[in-house]
């Protein structure tokens, strides 16, 4: 189990179209309480659970005053957490800044969003996926604004010079119906890539909306998963089962798993994560404010 750390942004910068989030600004945006962050992530530790999940409605890299402040919090707490995983895209993460050398003159490129997920001690780089095989589609997709578009590729080998772990998070859609799975987990170790996650789309009947409809018509077909199951159980070497269920495999050198039910709706007898909402309030579910733990 982990716990799925919500750093509040107002919007995203990105446009995907099977994100519900982006349908409303969280009012918590420029709120930060320490006292009641604190208390809920010492309640996370009581449960022994070692990793936390930064995540959002938005890109975590949006909200850099409150991850500063986070990081004090986890400063004083002597680091809680030995795995800090970020979810994200992938956009600006490499955002640079150009510094001159007070000696030499030379000008040199520094990456300050980096630097920061350095100093919080994050771990593994978890990039959501919707098209493997073109940077351009995979960002059309997403909506990735022009100036923040980047290579899939040049982004990896970046991120592990720096040590990070990175986490392929594919969403799977039409991008990926009649590709061989062989081909997927190749291209994946090319890349450069240590995990790989096939995420299921999931969508609610009970809400009329537009995302809804989106995503109905561009999930990838059950045989495209069938597949992909089938040739990871056939080829991978089985590692470890999830508390949830899920089997974790190693295939091509990829740590690999197969997520059906992401939001945690169908099986609920397993608790897979707890979440620490914008609010500075602990849930067990995303959808349901009646999930309140405290």
Known sequence: ?????????????????????KMHDSPYETKFNAIELEKRIKYAVMRNIDTCVLTGTGEVLQNKLFLEKLYEIFDKMDHPFPNIEIQTTGV??????TLINGKTGNEFDVYPNLTLLKKLRVNTISLSISDLFSDLNNGYIIGIPNKLQFKLSDAIHYL??????????????????????????????????DQISFKKMYYNNEFEYTQNDWIRDNMCSQKTLNDIKDFIIKNGRHMYTLLFGAKVYSLYGLSTVVVDDCMAVTN???????????????????????????
Not at 1 to 21: A, D, E, R, Y
Not at 92 to 97: G, R
Not at 164 to 186: A, C, Q, W
């Open 160 to 193: 592990k010079d720096l040590g990070f772990n990175v986490r392929l998070s594919l969403n799977m859609l039409n991008t990926f119906d009649g590709i061989d799975p062989k081909r997927i987990f190749e291209h994946a170790k090319t890349l450069g890539a």
């Open 1 to 21: 189990m982990n716990i799925q750390l919500v750093v509040p942004t107002k919007g995203c910068v990105n446009n995907c179209p099977f994100c519900c989030s």
């Open 268 to 294: 609920t007898d397993t608790q897979r994560y707890i979440i620490l909402r914008e609010n500075g309030k602990l849930y067990c579910h995303w959808d349901d404010e009646g999930s309140l733990i405290f």
């Open 92 to 97: 600006m993460l490499f955002d640079k800044q």
